[in-house]
């Protein structure tokens, strides 16, 4: 079993729609959550960045952390076809600045204009 | 957010030539920096994590003679392919940790072609 799980897609939605991204994870002590969206042929970025258990906003992202589920989720709302990339989740124990990450496969995500 | 680059961006090279990829971040210093490499669909595989002023750490499975990684300064860390075969070809990216918000910023990355 891979320390982290996510569903590789690809996900095709309408323009306008809410993407549900979705990573489960088996080791319990991550405690930092990361999502990074990858252009083909790009390096990620990252998106969103928490800390344990809770939600954080930022613009049309919603992060979600349920450590007790051990299960994270990225929420766009209002989508655009310049959302359509790849979204990794990544995670890790010990503050990330420095230590390793822990990646998900991925997500391949089309918005249809 | 903070900027790490990469050079080149592209290189192709022929069977048996050594290839040094240059990771940088531009308006911080990174005591720490990761290489990554990523197939085609494929998620980041770590190869090392690349301390300031001391040996790499490498990943098991990942050939440290091969993979020759350099970390002379607070803002550069290179990788060079050794002998590289066409089995290298791949996707190569560095990242660099930042302890501010204290995560990691990823360069663009660089598409290795070997002949």
């Known amino acids: 079993q891979k320390e982290v799980e996510q569903d590789p897609g690809p996900l095709s939605v309408p323009e306008g729609a809410i993407v549900s991204l979705n990573c489960t994870y088996s080791n319990s002590a991550f405690q930092y959550f990361m999502w990074y969206r990858q252009y083909s042929r790009k390096g990620p970025e990252l998106l969103m960045y928490?800390?344990?258990?809770g939600n954080k906003e930022d613009g049309r992202f919603t992060a979600q952390v349920d450590k007790s589920s051990k299960y994270i989720s990225l929420f766009i709302r209002d989508s655009q076809p310049s959302d359509s990339a790849t979204y990794l989740c990544?995670?890790?124990?010990?503050?990330?600045?420095?230590?390793?990450?822990?990646f998900g496969t991925g997500t391949r995500l089309t918005i249809i204009p | 957010g903070a900027v790490v680059s990469q050079h080149p961006s592209r290189v192709i090279c022929k069977s048996g030539t050594s290839v040094k990829i240059e990771c940088r971040s531009l308006d911080f210093q990174a005591t720490t920096m990761f290489w990554y490499r990523q197939f085609p669909k494929q998620s980041l595989m770590l190869m090392a994590t690349s301390n300031e002023g001391s040996k790499a750490t490498y990943e098991q499975g990942v050939e440290k003679d091969k993979f020759l990684i350099n970390h002379a300064s607070l803002t550069l860390s290179t990788l060079t392919v050794t002998s590289a075969h066409p089995e290298d070809s791949s996707f190569y990216i560095c990242?660099?940790?930042?302890?501010?918000?204290?995560?990691?910023?990823f360069g663009p990355g660089t598409r290795l072609t070997v002949l």
């Open positions: 928490t800390y344990s258990s």
């Open positions: 990242s660099a940790g930042l302890a501010g918000p204290d995560t990691q910023y």
């Open positions: 990544a995670m890790s124990e010990v503050r990330p600045g420095n230590e390793k990450l822990t």
